[in-house]
């Protein structure tokens, strides 16, 4: 063979030039389903092997013989899976772990179980950290209000379009998607992940959207996470329930220059100790009309 051609298969020096990506592995919330992630996957597949791990299908068969064989589908049943997933189809810790509501309790979870097989935690409109949950998503299968149910997500009424609540009403028409839904409601509801969070090793990024309406108490959750050893935590002004798509634009370059550890700041305006302070003044004053102005008058 002429030494030209041996150099293109020289595997040796290709192995020494090339490095694989960390994998990261994005896991969506309850009310979503993998293609949540739409708005992240080309930017973040720049720097890392992104994974989009789908345990949580609701007409899928696992999902239904844990269903059948009288199992509930809890976030402990999530982790298992979350847990199968990585050791079986990625092999690769450790793991860079971004989540979504519900999907943050299952990567807590599991970031708790396998401290040492994942390396940084990312962690958006957490539920399970404090205080309760409004899911309209219940109304939302009652009333077959599947707008309402969309538009409590987000801030921004726009991203409410006539194709995505025509998807989602196909979706709920589907009898084995629905009971998979209620199944998954029924199993994960009320859950709290509050007593992990101190125990969590992984530098953690923690995102909230000001104006989730899905979290009863943002406060409180941002409260809650700070009890995580490592964490850095943003509140994104006029946002709902998924940063992820909502401020995708803001979102997804905060989310790579953490996980690379070059993340060292934010703008003022993303501040939580900031949000704090304002939400703490708003609870301490009631604002109430006199005339032409208003008159503050602060509670006992």
């Known amino acids: 063979m002429p030494p030209d051609v041996r150099s293109w298969f020289d595997l040796s020096r290709m192995l020494d030039r090339y490095q694989r990506k960390l994998p990261l ?47 509930t589908v809890s976030v ?28 943050c309790q299952v990567v807590v979870s599991y970031a708790v179980r396998r401290p040492e097989r994942v390396a940084r935690l990312i962690l958006i409109g957490a539920s399970g950290f404090h205080g309760g949950e409004n899911l309209p998503v219940l ?11 969309i538009g409590s997500v987000f801030h921004n009424g726009g ?20 009971l998979g839904v209620l199944r998954t409601l ?32 943002v406060a409180g959750s941002i409260r809650a996470a700070a009890r995580i050893p490592c964490v850095f935590q943003v509140v994104i002004p006029r946002c709902g329930h998924a940063p992820q798509i909502e401020k995708a634009r803001l979102v997804n370059p905060m989310i790579s220059r953490f996980l690379r550890g070059k993340l060292r700041s934010v703008h003022p305006a993303l501040d939580a100790r900031r949000f704090l302070a304002r939400e703490s003044t708003c609870r301490d004053r009631a604002w109430m009309p006199t005339g032409a102005g208003y008159s503050v008058i602060r509670s006992s």
């Open 159 to 178: 991203f409410v379009t006539d194709d995505l609540v025509d998807a989602f009403r196909r979706k709920f028409e589907d009898r084995r998607w629905r």
């Open 25 to 71: 592995v994005l896991v969506n919330g309850l009310a979503e389903q993998p293609e949540s992630w739409f708005a992240s996957r080309v930017h973040l597949a720049r720097h890392f092997d992104v994974k989009v791990p789908e345990i949580l299908v609701y007409d899928g068969e696992a999902l239904h013989r844990q269903i059948q064989a009288g199992g």
């Open 139 to 149: 109304d939302g299968v009652r009333r077959s209000d599947y707008r309402a149910l």
């Open 76 to 103: 402990d049943y999530l982790t298992d899976r979350l847990e199968e997933y990585l050791d079986g189809y990625v092999q690769r810790p450790p793991y860079h772990l971004v989540a979504s509501s519900l999907g």
């Open 186 to 217: 029924r199993g994960t509801i009320g859950h709290s992940v509050a007593e992990l969070l101190p125990r969590i090793e992984a530098p953690t990024l923690a995102i909230w959207g000001a104006d989730d309406r899905i979290l009863s108490d």
